[in-house]
């Protein structure tokens, strides 16, 4: 191209969607794009889109009308294209193209296409489940390759849809960044089409996590947060249940790096090995974003999913004997097909009794693919909003008093961004047990901070799930 166009990126849903956006962002430029942080004055605006529940499909579908009302062209990508494909490319026309993740390795084609006019035919969508979740993008010589059970290995130059990140550009600053461990999923609750999608569960080789690790901390990054679909499946393809807890203290020990999280852990698959380096590797936050989805047998058996309450808090026991001041955060479905009265009050004890420090509460509706779309006994929709409403204000309680519970305590903050609003000398960073944008907040004051600094501080006071934290020598009015 004689001049150079301009794209803007625009990222919806969850951090994997973040990591995935900023491999796109390198390719864009690889491929003589100029990436523009606005998309007023963008030849193309690219939006990543979440395709998870209906909140999240209406967010896109917004969001792709918006940037066409800018006047650019406009691309969907992401998991709302990769689900829906043609059908999507038929019901909004204003998309000047629909890309799978395929066409994730050609970026930069696929937008000259759209520049000169070309249509190009939106894919029909396929259930990844029977397929290698796979596109071609580079991969080194020196790096191992990945075998799936049933396909074998994967040829040279090939590697999950989502990776290896071999190519990444930071789009965001700050002192902490996602770090994709695996793409996909195998697990087959009834309630979710995510790995129709997004395939088959595929992990990364630890070799390419921790050259990514580095590279990050090459670039500020002081807290990693390890995302996939879920964590404790990780190695389990590369014939090695137990990679997690081999990578996290290598984690830990690349220069720079002061923090690892790790994000989405399943209660079935909580070893206690894992529970143990989760708890006990300096370095490591002892964090537990543990997916129980509901608290009442019956329900988690329709969910296909396993445990009950007692069992669940059994495992937070455990988890508490080794680091009694835990992060513990989760979600929950409430108004399941088949959710009883008594079930709602099963899950309402469990609630009542974790302790939980971050809840989110989504009242079930039907998603397309799923076998809990067929099954019987659904709830009212009414009822499932008023069941929602009674779960969502007492998680909302509840995790008020375990951030109350908190104060006196000595905490390590690990500062982001100054709170000027606030006043002079004002900082705002995370805790180990809040993750970014999902958990709460600390509000921190003192002399000589500086952004990716990690702080000890006494939690002073609380305001929701928030705290107020002061550093010896300091006070906050």
């Not at 900023?22 to 942080?37: K, V």
């Not at 689900?83 to 629909?98: F, I, K, N, Q, T």
């Not at 994967?154 to 793409?183: E, F, I, M």
């Not at 019987?376 to 909003?385: L, Q």
Request: hydrophobic fraction near 40%; include cysteine; glycine fraction near 10%.
């Amino acid at each position: 191209m004689s001049t150079r166009r301009t794209v803007s990126l625009v990222t919806l849903g969850c951090a994997r969607n973040e990591v995935d956006s900023e491999e796109l962002a390198a390719r864009m430029e690889g491929s003589g794009w100029d990436l523009s942080d606005s998309v007023d004055g963008a030849d193309v605006v690219v939006v990543n889109t979440c395709g998870f529940i209906d909140a999240a499909k209406k967010d896109s579908i917004d969001t792709l009308l918006a940037a066409h009302d800018s006047g650019a062209k406009v691309v969907a990508a992401g998991c709302l294209a990769e689900r829906y494909g043609a059908e999507l490319a038929e019901s909004l026309p204003e998309a000047d193209a629909v890309l799978s993740f395929d066409d994730y390795a050609e970026i930069g084609d696929r937008l000259d296409e759209v520049m000169d006019g070309r249509r190009r035919q939106a894919h029909t969508p396929r259930d990844r489940r029977t397929l290698l979740p796979i596109s071609p993008v580079e991969r080194s010589a020196s790096a191992p390759k990945v075998s799936i059970p049933g396909h074998g290995d994967l040829p040279d130059g090939v590697a999950p849809a989502s990776g290896p990140r071999v190519l990444r550009r930071r789009l965001g600053g700050g002192p902490v960044a996602p770090l994709k461990l695996a793409s996909g999923c195998d697990r087959r609750c009834t309630f979710c089409a995510i790995p129709a999608f997004r395939g088959a569960y595929v992990s990364r080789p630890p070799a390419e996590v921790l050259e990514e690790a580095r590279w990050l901390a090459g670039h500020d990054v002081r807290e990693l947060v390890l995302v996939s679909e879920n964590s404790t499946s990780y190695g389990k393809d590369l014939g090695d249940l137990r990679a997690l807890e081999t990578l996290l203290p290598q984690l830990t020990a690349v220069e720079g790096i002061d923090r690892v999280r790790v994000s989405y852990l399943q209660p079935a698959e909580l070893r206690p090995g894992l529970i143990e380096v989760l708890c006990g590797t300096p370095g490591v936050a002892p964090y537990f974003d543990l997916s129980f989805q509901h608290a009442a047998g019956p329900v988690l058996r329709s969910m296909r999913r396993f445990g009950d309450r007692e069992r669940f808090l059994e495992l937070l026991d455990r988890v508490r004997a080794l680091a009694p001041e835990a992060g513990v955060r989760s979600n929950f479905i409430v108004g399941f097909p088949g959710e009883s009265e008594d079930d709602l009050e099963e899950l309402i004890a469990f609630l009542s009794a974790a302790r939980l420090d971050a809840i989110g509460v989504f009242g079930y509706s039907d998603e397309d693919g799923t076998e809990a779309a067929d099954l019987p006994g659904k709830v009212d929709p009414d009822e499932v909003a008023r069941r929602v409403e009674e779960v969502s204000a007492l998680a909302e309680e509840l995790t008020a008093q375990r951030a109350e519970d908190r104060v006196g305590s000595t905490i390590a903050v690990l500062v982001e961004r100054k709170a000027e609003e606030e006043g002079d000398g004002l900082f705002e960073g995370r805790a180990e047990h809040q993750a970014p944008e999902v958990d709460g907040t600390v509000l921190v004051r003192g002399e000589g901070l500086s952004l990716g600094q990690i702080v000890e501080a006494r939690v002073a006071a609380s305001d929701g799930v928030d705290l107020v934290a002061e550093i010896p020598g300091t006070e906050i009015p």
